[in-house]
């Protein structure tokens, strides 16, 4: 018989109170494991999630706020810029020559607590979602009049004007009539893979949106309808939940004219307003992003922000303290279940102390006894390790849900982050978790010590002599 | 086989003071004999199985078998020589209440380095009248029972000799004699050395030899000197 099944033996003989121990164990582990794999997984999203473009410009603000809103859809609002600036990073403007991609985004609207994003057809021609990765459209085609085209959509005919246009009345009478025939193609949206099925909309279903940035907003005033076009194939990104429509067609809806005046036609340029401009700047320039930065940055109008910057300060100043104070308790809960393994083993010793004269004197060695505790250790640690492994899991699978609607990360049962460890040539990625396995080893090591010392002295000749 | 030669024991007090126990000049046990080793409580016999077994080493003398002197021994080379070839039968509290009885056989195989022979182990519960009992675990057997997986478990081995301190003592009249019986056929099957302490008359006259350890042992003779 080995001395591994002796320990275990010895474990299932204290039935409740290796149970007990286990379960300790396992709630410490499950804690860290928890904290660990949420903190890797936004940690990695929140650093990796540039999406294309490295520069966000926007009203003068809240760096932060500004870079949640465009990124990951989270937060309050930010203040608004006119086109006119927009129109600076055209190619006729006075950044023009520093940009490759310029893409507007404009925000205020919801529909059932997904953001809308208008913006150009552009933004998923232009911009890759993640080094690589193209936008693709699973369902439908890209909102505008140019996609709309390409797979084959006509024109609406144009209605024949009215002969007889020449009073004032009939002008106003031919006002109203255009009210209800919208240019073609503006009020389209493409929407990202879970706000579709979390909203249930399908490609040509039409959906209201409602103003302000969630529902809870004050101003509930719902908008003429918008025609769903596409549905984008999942990225793994917070534009997964977000609704992107025409920004043609998102002036024209009540309340988006700066003045707040009803327009018909394309809004005239001096009533429209931009929340954000995204920007991918000309990689044959030098340092086009400082230079552009800085001189946005100097002027009243704007101010230009580095996502990556921005989230590495906000997980560097907030995230990762919390984090850590999360893993520092987690990992005292750990400590407490290593003295419960004590506790437990030293309480058995009594019993154990006879167990031990009789193993003794079967001829037994003291290395031999002291190995068998060392293993229940061993295994009771692991044990929980293994336990608190899987219902660690098990929470993060349950808390996924709620994780995505407040951060817009995707977490699933099985979510390993991977830590890399640099070698000489390329690097090592081993899961975060992995770094338990020692960590518990050296506990149970620990932890079996004092109770392995006490069945080292045990006298066998006095044990012995009380057993009989 | 067994020659032990000027064995002394004398036990530490908490008091600082040192107590006389074992002063034994000669005594041997030849291969497969059965003898009892007879004496008052507190004599000192459970002392010397414990010293013949290797468990406790003597203060002076030698202790040798088949010519190894096992006070001469580190004590992780006694364990192993105890492993080996001693057996060794408690009063009460031989088994270990985790396993089964088939396992506490078993676990007796498993200290002395060779491979854990599990038909051996079957069989010699068979011999002991429990072949159907293997599985059941020491609380569900009878302390009878639990004596005679005892002896099972003290031979699986093969050993030399068999120390059995009391074997019989917490058991009622009617299967005292049986474990007894059984403990001596099997040992004579065997061909193992029987030592059995007991303060039973009954017991002990069922023996060609008996020893009195009042007679072997000189330690109050020499207190007295
Ligand atoms: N480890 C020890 N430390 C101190 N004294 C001890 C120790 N072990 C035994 N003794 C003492 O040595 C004496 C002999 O003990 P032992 O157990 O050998 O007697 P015994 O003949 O087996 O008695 P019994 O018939 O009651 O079992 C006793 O007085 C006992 O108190
Ligand atoms: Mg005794």
Redesign the interface.
């Known amino acids: 018989?080995?001395l591994w099944k002796?320990a275990l033996?010895?474990i299932?003989?204290r039935g409740i109170a290796s149970v007990l121990t286990i379960l300790s164990m396992a709630l410490g582990v499950a804690l860290v494991v928890v904290v660990l794999v949420v903190h890797g997984v936004i940690d990695k999203t929140f650093r990796t999630t540039a999406g294309g473009y490295e520069m966000i410009v926007g009203g003068k603000g809240s760096p932060l706020d500004l870079v949640l809103n465009t990124v990951y859809h989270l937060g309050r609002a930010t203040e608004p810029m006119s086109w006119t600036f927009y129109k600076e990073f055209l190619p006729e403007g006075k950044y023009g020559g520093y940009v490759q991609h310029a893409i507007p985004y404009c925000l205020g609207d919801n529909y059932e607590g997904h953001r809308i994003v208008a913006t150009t057809p552009e933004m998923f021609t232009s911009f890759e979602f993640a080094p690589g990765e193209t936008y693709e459209i699973g369902a439908g085609r890209n909102f505008g009049q140019a996609a709309a085209l390409a797979s084959g959509e006509k024109l609406p005919e144009r209605k024949p004007a009215k002969v007889l246009a020449d009073d004032d009345d009939a002008a106003a009478e031919e006002e109203h009539h255009h009210h209800h025939a919208a240019p073609p193609f503006v009020n389209e949206a493409v929407i990202g893979a879970l706000a579709a099925r979390q909203t249930g909309l399908k490609v040509g279903d039409s959906f209201k949106p409602t103003h302000g940035v969630t529902t809870s907003a004050e101003d509930g005033h719902e908008h003429d309808p918008v025609k769903v076009v596409g549905i984008l194939k999942p990225t793994g990104t917070p534009n997964d939940k977000a609704i992107f429509m025409n920004i043609e067609g998102f002036f024209l809806l009540d309340g988006h004219s700066k003045s707040g005046a009803h327009h018909h036609g394309p809004l005239p340029e001096e009533e429209r307003e931009v929340t954000a401009v995204l920007v991918k700047t000309n990689p044959e320039v030098q340092m086009a992003g400082m230079l552009v930065s800085k001189n946005i940055n100097e002027g009243q109008v704007a101010m230009a922000v580095f996502p990556v910057a921005e989230i590495r300060r906000l997980l560097d100043t907030t995230v990762g303290p919390v984090s850590t104070l999360l893993l520092i308790v987690a990992g005292m809960i750990v400590v407490v279940a290593g003295i419960g393994i004590i506790v437990s083993i030293y309480n058995s010793m009594n019993e154990r102390r006879?167990?031990i004269a009789?193993?003794?004197?079967?001829?037994?060695?003291?290395?031999?006894i002291v190995s068998i505790v060392m293993m229940e250790s061993l295994l009771l640690a692991l044990a929980g390790g293994v336990c608190g492994f899987v219902l660690g899991h098990a929470l993060i699978g349950l808390s996924g849900g709620f994780l995505l609607d407040k951060t817009g990360v995707q977490i699933s049962f099985l979510q390993f982050p991977m830590w890399e460890i640099p070698l000489a040539q390329g690097a090592l990625l081993v899961p975060i978790e992995l770094v338990l396995l020692p960590a518990l080893i050296m506990l149970a090591g620990l932890v079996g010590y004092f109770p392995a010392v006490a069945a080292y002295r045990t006298d066998?000749?006095r044990a012995?002599?009380n057993?009989? | 086989m067994l020659k032990l030669r000027d064995v002394r024991k004398s036990f530490t007090l908490p008091d600082g003071s040192t107590l006389p126990i074992l002063n034994v000049e000669r005594f041997e046990v030849a291969a497969g004999e059965q003898l009892v080793l007879a004496g008052q409580s507190g004599s000192g016999k459970?002392?010397l199985l414990?010293i013949i077994?290797g468990?406790?080493r003597p203060d002076a003398g030698s202790v040798s078998f088949d010519g190894t002197d096992l006070a001469k021994l580190s004590?992780?080379a006694r364990?192993?020589?105890?492993?080996?070839h001693i057996g060794?039968v408690?009063?009460?509290?031989?088994?270990?209440?985790?396993?089964s009885a088939l396992?506490n056989v078993?676990?007796?195989?498993?200290?002395?380095g060779t491979k854990?022979d599990e038909s051996r182990a079957r069989h010699l519960l068979d011999r002991v009248g429990l072949g159907k009992r293997l599985s059941h675990k020491p609380a569900t057997l009878s302390v009878g029972e639990q004596q005679r997986v005892a002896v099972a478990?003290a031979l699986a081995n093969k050993p030399k000799l068999l120390l059995a301190?009391?074997p019989t003592a917490s058991i009622d009249a009617r299967n005292q004699q049986q474990v007894l019986d059984l403990i001596r056929e099997t040992c004579r099957e065997e061909k193992v050395a029987l030592l059995l302490v007991t303060h039973a008359p009954i017991v002990a006259e069922q023996f060609e030899r008996v020893e009195k350890l009042e007679e072997l042992n000189r330690v109050n003779e020499v207190a007295a000197r």
């Open positions: 018989m080995s002796i033996r010895s299932e003989q006879k167990e009789v193993m003794r004197s079967l001829g037994a060695s003291r290395f031999s066998v000749s012995l002599s057993a009989t | 459970t002392t414990h077994a468990i406790t004590e992780a364990d192993r020589f105890r492993a080996r060794y408690f009063q009460t509290f031989n088994l270990l209440p985790g396993f396992e078993v676990l007796g195989m498993s200290f002395c854990v478990r301190d009391e």
